[in-house]
């Protein structure tokens, strides 16, 4: 398209709009990408406040054939919401009202600018609960959960965000608003089209308001952690806990790498000092079933093989044990390495081969490779540590060879090569080994189907 006819459909898309479209260098450059690594410039921006605009903008960009690239907060790691072919950005992020809280219903209804931890906050004001809660939950949208199904650590029990979506607003790629399933906890008339948007990363339709499930509040929660002599036996701590009855609220796991960064950077006496395998637990529910069930837990841990067992019973003291689950993160990035975030899955039964396989790289590499994450799910977080030269230039090439590597052996060992970030741009080069040829064609079927001239999201999951 020449800069006429660009400068031309600008000023037509402005007309129509007004305020919410932007085309000044620094709004253009705040939206050219997210925390991944590419960026590509728009040619437009609309900062919408309501539906109508977003479908207004829509019809005005199908009728043209101008690629539209939906956003939400812009923290995601895949490069979902790269504008790779230009044209215009439609953010929601400005479409922050929280319409109702209704414990009556079990239901609350947010527009998908809305903040998950404000979300959060406002359920737990009147006793209620929403449970999903990815790392990012201060700064992402309940949009792009949806449009990623977004996970977190309390997936184990809760389950992820499609778990709690109910009904759903989307402007279609034609300019449409479709409203998909409803208020209802029950719902089965036609096919599942509220599941047919969860998860396809603002390929299909731009989530504009969603109706999400909501729960009582659990009254009480407690957590611990521990340190384990050997990895494997943190690993077969957390296969003993659920086979003792137990349905954690969380279980996450720390290997050695990122133990010792966790050391350096923290300071002696925060972590058992010879730990080579570390797993935090939180439990929640009725006080004295919480109480009972956290005694039984820590005796699990110590007859597993545990060195030293710390239990957290206050609201502060839970606090501080996720504040250290958070700390590992800038203990990695205080090694002054760039870390490549894969958040894979395996089946929980490959989770000592996985770090074992992880371990073995890096002593063929040279290149430091750090697990954490999700034990509970198999959901582990493989951060795999750039190396720099004399310049202080991250040496990309053998560090994404073993981001290959590892994907290669997840696929073959039963795994997913994402569970939280999604495909978008980085990962779209494995994604039809991942899913297969006739899924991957479904794919392209359903997506032809909704966006025949595949304008909306272009460019990511290699459709």
Request: charge should be negative; proline fraction near 5%.
């Amino acid at each position: 398209m020449g800069d006429g006819a660009m400068k031309a459909w600008i000023d037509e898309l402005k007309t129509l709009l007004g305020e919410c479209v932007h085309t000044e260098p620094e709004v253009l450059t705040a939206h050219a990408g997210d925390k991944w690594h590419a960026a590509s410039l728009p040619e437009a921006v609309v900062l919408a406040k309501e539906t109508a605009q977003v479908a207004a903008a829509m019809k005005f960009a199908a009728e043209r054939s101008i690629p539209v690239t939906p956003r939400g907060a812009g923290v995601g790691y895949v490069g979902g919401c790269v504008p790779v072919q230009g044209g215009m950005v439609i953010s929601v992020a400005e479409m922050r009202r929280i319409v109702e809280v209704n414990p009556a219903d079990g239901v609350a209804v947010v527009q998908a600018g809305v903040l998950t931890a404000d979300l959060q906050q406002a359920c737990a004001e009147l006793g209620w609960f929403y449970p999903p809660d990815p790392a990012s939950r201060k700064e992402s949208s309940i949009g792009g959960n949806i449009a990623t199904n977004a996970g977190g650590p309390r997936c184990l029990k809760y389950g992820v965000t499609r778990a709690y979506v109910l009904g759903l607003e989307v402007v279609l790629p034609d300019g449409r608003v479709l409203n998909c399933g409803g208020r209802t906890h029950k719902n089965k008339q036609g096919f599942d089209l509220v599941g047919l948007f969860c998860g396809s990363e603002g390929m299909l339709g731009i989530v504009t308001q969603a109706t999400l499930r909501i729960i009582p509040a659990p009254p009480a929660r407690a957590a611990l952690h521990a340190g384990f002599p050997q990895f494997a036996l943190a690993a077969a701590a957390v296969q003993n806990v659920l086979q003792g009855g137990h349905l954690p609220a969380a279980m996450e796991i720390t290997d050695a790498f990122t133990l010792r960064a966790a050391r350096q950077y923290l300071g002696p006496g925060v972590l058992p000092e010879d730990a080579q395998g570390h797993i935090i637990i939180e439990i929640d529910g009725q006080a004295d079933a919480v109480a009972t069930e956290l005694q039984a837990i820590a005796g699990i841990l110590r007859a597993t093989g545990a060195t030293e067992v710390v239990t957290a019973t206050t609201e502060d003291e839970v606090e501080a044990i996720w504040q250290l689950r958070r700390e590992f993160s800038y203990s990695l990035k205080a090694t002054g390495l760039t870390k490549l975030n894969e958040d894979v899955v395996i089946p929980r039964s490959q989770l000592v081969a996985l770090v074992e396989f992880c371990a073995a790289m890096e002593r063929e590499s040279g290149i430091p490779v750090a697990c954490f994450g999700h034990s509970g799910d198999g959901n582990i977080h493989t951060n795999i540590m750039v190396l720099k030269d004399a310049a202080g230039k991250d040496i990309r090439e053998p560090a994404d060879a073993l981001v290959n590597r590892l994907f290669d052996w997840v696929m073959a060992h039963g795994g997913s090569i994402t569970g939280e970030h999604g495909i978008g741009i980085a990962k779209s080069p494995w994604f039809p080994q991942a899913i297969g040829e006739v899924a991957f064609d479904l794919h392209r079927t359903i997506k032809a189907a909704l966006d025949p001239l595949g304008i909306l999201n272009p460019g990511k999951m290699g459709l």
